[in-house]
């Protein structure tokens, strides 16, 4: 079975009924459809070469942006054209210390500019339908700089569920705005890492 990642695929997702009549786009056409945006929470939506446009009442949008957006990826199946969305359940905290059973003893989500923090980021991961080869967590500053990571954890068998505690010292915030914690994971027939989940630290 020939598997990718998609790189382009289309989706459409119904967001008004059919037989509405528009005066004409804001933002332009794409090859004769009126071109659409599309924000999730407030922040709008990267599309790449190919945007979302609207065709009989319905936005399409390339199925790679909605994915990258919901922290799901995809599989595409050429023989049998089929793609397969996955959404594994990810939930992180981060805390200065965890407790006997690995319970957030002292969880925060907001530092002051210029702290430095022992902590540790731990993430209980379910719903893995389908099998990963690996997965790691980057602690990422405002500006993008990837400042801290596990580095990649091979899973030796198949899991659907597992938990994993990463303690990470020494951390100084010295920017204001969001850190955010990625938790990545990799499948065996895949070249590059997606993030499923992010945590965000708020420095100020």
Sequence with gaps: MNVKRLAVLTAAIVVLGAGVVYAGSPWGDYKGYEKVRVQLNNVDVTTGDV???????????????????????VKWDDATRTVSIYKPNVHMFVATELGKDDSPKTPF????????????????????????????????????????????????????????????SGVTFDMAGSYKVRFQ????DSQEDVTVSEKTILSE
């Design 109 to 168: 989500g907001k530092v002051s500019k210029g702290n430095k923090l022992d902590f540790v980021v731990a993430a209980q991961v379910d719903s893995l339908v389908t099998p990963i080869e690996s997965f790691r967590i980057d602690l990422v500053a405002p500006d993008g700089t990837v400042i801290r990571s596990s580095g990649a954890f091979t899973l030796q068998e198949n899991r659907e569920s597992f938990w994993y505690s990463w303690p990470v």
């Design 185 to 188: 994971i990799r499948t065996a």
């Design 51 to 73: 945007p979302a446009f609207l065709i009989d009442g319905r936005v399409v949008l390339p199925l790679r942006a909605l994915s990258d957006s919901l922290n799901a990826f």
